[in-house]
């Protein structure tokens, strides 16, 4: 169990429709990632915050957007959804901003989309 | 831009044999290089991290290696089990400050 807390675990939802991905971090942790991976991409940077702020962006699409607490919990939104949105979305945490001092990152168990 | 890549073939070992998995990268010299494993379904668990003034890193039947000049890194297991089945992914920090993630390359050791 790596600390990382995400909800739901299984979600299925028609296209077009809206929904909000859950995560707490680890603990003690200020930093919260976000990643989608699917078979043919792999594991796709989205979004990082570091206590509170947004931090660092990858290839997110618009239509997708997160957010951190002062709780530090984090949420992932996507609307508008597509049949190409369903993936396995992870939430992970680190103690520190990404890229200082070579952070470890824990990854929560993902949160499996289902578009249909 | 900054690339990582693996084999994306399955790698199929013997039980008992080293495994051996490569990670190259290009476009890019970052100073710390991270190995993770990923069983199906579930979310990527950190194994090493080796900088890139270390040559080699080891931890009980892991070994990583980091050859700056190359821009590759090894990862071997010695004495291999059937647990050991999984896929394994490296990763560096680009130099935008994100965790990027190789394709991963599945190990799958047979008894």
């Known amino acids: 169990d790596s600390g990382v807390t995400q909800t739901p675990k299984h979600l299925i939802t028609a296209t077009g429709q809206r929904v909000t991905l859950r995560c707490s971090p680890r603990?003690?942790?200020?930093?919260v990632y976000w990643y989608q991976q699917s078979l043919d991409q792999g594991l796709q940077f989205l979004i990082q915050y570091y206590n509170g702020e947004e931090r660092a962006k990858g290839n997110i699409l618009e239509r997708f957007s997160a957010q951190q607490f002062p709780d530090l919990h984090s949420e992932l939104n996507l609307s508008s959804l597509e049949l190409g949105d369903s993936a396995l979305y992870f939430c992970?945490?680190?103690?520190?901003?990404?890229?200082?001092?070579?952070?470890?990152?824990?990854f929560g168990e993902g949160s499996w989309l289902t578009v249909v | 831009s900054q690339k990582i890549e693996q084999n994306s073939e399955a790698l199929n070992i013997q039980e008992g044999k080293t495994a051996t998995l490569t990670c190259n990268y290009t476009n890019y010299s970052p100073a710390y290089l991270q190995w993770y494993r990923q069983d199906p379904g579930r979310g990527p668990v950190f194994l090493l991290l080796?900088?890139?003034?270390?040559k080699e890193k080891r931890k009980e039947r892991l070994k990583v290696t980091f050859d700056t000049t190359l821009k590759q890194s090894l990862f071997h297991i010695t004495a291999s089990q059937p647990a050991d089945s999984a896929t394994y992914l490296c990763a560096v920090y680009n130099q935008g400050g994100k965790l990027i993630f190789g394709q991963g390359t599945e190990l799958s050791v047979k008894p």
């Open positions: 992970a945490s680190s103690v520190g901003p990404q890229g200082v001092g070579g952070n470890t990152i824990y």
């Open positions: 603990s003690g942790d200020l930093s």
């Open positions: 080796i900088r890139e003034n270390e």
